[in-house]
């Protein structure tokens, strides 16, 4: 099947939407926990977190337009600075996709969606108990992307918690141990199995792969 722009713009909303958000791949599955001035808390699953740097640690997540769409995880986390990034777990992939629907600000999901609060000392937003990776994240920028109104926000990481089965000693994490899931496009889940890995590459030590 092949698509040009024009046959994506013609092809209706809900097909393209579906297709455009699946042709990237697996994305990662994460529940971002926030909480209100007002002391509500705040969980909502996002599949758009990507790395960003390691030193400084920084981790950016992309949010949708504001606008007249109420977006309670961005305007917690321009409040009060603070907000956490969970990885979503497969015992708990369902509770973890409901978090999506448009809750009323004064609504936790935590409590609708049968998830965890968990805190840690001097940091004030949730952690997601029931998760096994989790990160904690002080805000430092918002980038508008002017081509969408789409928004890179910007965070350093100042908190991690890993299982120490999923942590080798040299720093990677294994995430098929984590229980850690993946998301194609909106609805659809996947279990991360780890395949292979290899060491750094080098120009000098690239294999001869026309000969083997």
């Given at each position: 099947?092949?698509f040009n722009?024009?046959?994506?713009?013609?092809i209706?909303?809900?097909?393209r939407?579906n297709?455009?958000?699946?042709?990237t791949?697996?994305k990662?599955?994460n529940?971002?926990?926030?909480?209100?001035?007002d002391?509500?808390?705040?969980?909502a699953?996002?599949?758009?977190?990507?790395?960003l740097g390691?030193?400084p640690a920084?981790?950016?997540?992309?949010?949708r337009?504001?606008?007249?769409?109420?977006?309670?995880?961005?305007?917690n986390?321009?409040e009060?600075?603070q907000y956490?990034?969970n990885h979503?777990?497969e015992?708990?992939?369902?509770?973890?996709?409901?978090?999506?629907?448009?809750?009323?600000?004064?609504?936790?999901?935590f409590e609708?969606?049968?998830?965890?609060?968990?805190?840690?000392?001097?940091?004030e937003?949730?952690?997601?108990?029931?998760s096994?990776?989790?990160?904690?994240?002080?805000?430092?920028?918002?980038?508008?992307?002017?081509s969408?109104?789409?928004?890179?926000v910007?965070?350093e990481v100042?908190?991690?918690?890993?299982?120490?089965?999923?942590l080798?000693?040299?720093?990677?994490?294994?995430?098929?141990?984590?229980?850690?899931?993946?998301?194609?496009?909106?609805?659809?889940?996947?279990?991360l199995e780890k395949?292979?890995?290899?060491?750094y590459?080098?120009v000098s030590?690239i294999?001869?792969?026309?000969?083997?």
């Amino acid at each position: 099947m092949y698509f040009n722009k024009k046959d994506l713009e013609e092809i209706g909303n809900v097909k393209r939407l579906n297709i455009v958000n699946s042709i990237t791949g697996i994305k990662p599955a994460n529940l971002i926990g926030t909480i209100s001035k007002d002391k509500i808390s705040n969980v909502a699953i996002f599949s758009s977190v990507v790395h960003l740097g390691s030193n400084p640690a920084l981790i950016g997540v992309i949010v949708r337009p504001t606008g007249e769409i109420p977006r309670n995880t961005y305007e917690n986390i321009l409040e009060n600075g603070q907000y956490t990034i969970n990885h979503v777990g497969e015992e708990f992939i369902e509770n973890s996709h409901y978090t999506s629907a448009k809750f009323d600000a004064s609504t936790s999901e935590f409590e609708i969606c049968n998830l965890t609060e968990e805190y840690l000392t001097d940091f004030e937003a949730p952690f997601v108990k029931e998760s096994a990776i989790k990160i904690g994240l002080r805000h430092l920028e918002s980038i508008p992307i002017e081509s969408n109104g789409t928004i890179l926000v910007v965070g350093e990481v100042e908190h991690v918690i890993i299982p120490d089965k999923a942590l080798n000693k040299k720093g990677y994490i294994d995430l098929e141990k984590a229980n850690t899931t993946g998301i194609s496009g909106l609805n659809s889940y996947y279990k991360l199995e780890k395949i292979t890995s290899f060491p750094y590459a080098r120009v000098s030590e690239i294999p001869d792969f026309k000969n083997e």
